[in-house]
């Protein structure tokens, strides 16, 4: 099928979808994608990854979903919601989700030449009846333009009833890090939510399985309840301009090098290899930051935080 520019809801852009084949975003579905994300933080593609591909994938982050809610190392992001690492081998390694044809020039043309993926895992909604607070994916004194886009991988559809994410359009174009409850919370304060939602409330979209979405770090948004029993999982990538200096290396088995390599992507991995053997995806640390500190030790992190502030503090 072609691609398609998300038009189910009317707060997202109505964008007509436009056929481009399998070989990347037409001229024209690159300006209404670069657009939509300027304009309001977020832009949704269908029929980007090929069905076959997400459901192999879908099939093994079920199972090891199981394994995980077991783990005292298993990260919990609230509301029943966890970060899940998705298979990383090389028969589930595929170039659609992992370097997609798609995205790669839309970040290209956001984030400058060769765009860094540093954050590789996945987020999973189990059952529960609870929400994520309102928060955007960061606690700095953030630069006000794009630095950071994270790509998500639709493995099933996702609804209301499965715990479709709630985002509130917009809100990366004027926000800044006083708009947190605190410096060092993604959390957003209260007063500015019912503000924003007598101008523009949030939405909690239908998104077709197979879809890709690419999101603004700074867009505030919310994980909600899957009223399902059925784990609704997708996959998450950060990825920042070279020029942002982000240190953080992924955790990759050599055996997928290879691959990595030879996508016909302009996105870079800032990965280290290491031997498969042993390799577990699933007891890999969480690691998010997506600042120019992001991988520096502790005492050079809170260093380099203290002079970012020092030097932009009054900006920012």
Known sequence: MPIAIHEQHPGLRPYLGRGVGRGGPSQQTMLEAITAIA????VILENAVELAHVDALNEQMVKDTMDLVNRATTHFNSAGNISQVPPIRPETMFEDIFANQFAGPILEGMLGPKPVLWYLNGNTALKSESRQ?????LAWRHMHHTFGLVVNIMLVEATKENG????????HRNTTIA?????????IKPDLLEARRAVR?????RIPKGSLIIRDLRLWHA???????IPRCMVAMVHSPAWLGNKIRLKLPENVRPMIESFKSPIRYSAEYVDPEGFDHLSLAFNYDPSPGGGLPKDERAEWARQWKQKWGSRF
């Open 39 to 42: 304009e309001d933080g977020l």
């Open 133 to 137: 607070d309102v928060h955007a994916d």
């Open 164 to 171: 479709t994410t709630e985002v509130w359009l917009g809100t």
């Open 179 to 187: 708009d947190h409850v605190s410096e060092d919370s993604g959390a």
């Open 201 to 205: 409330p949030p939405i909690q979209a």
């Open 223 to 229: 994980g909600m309840p899957n009223h399902t029993d």
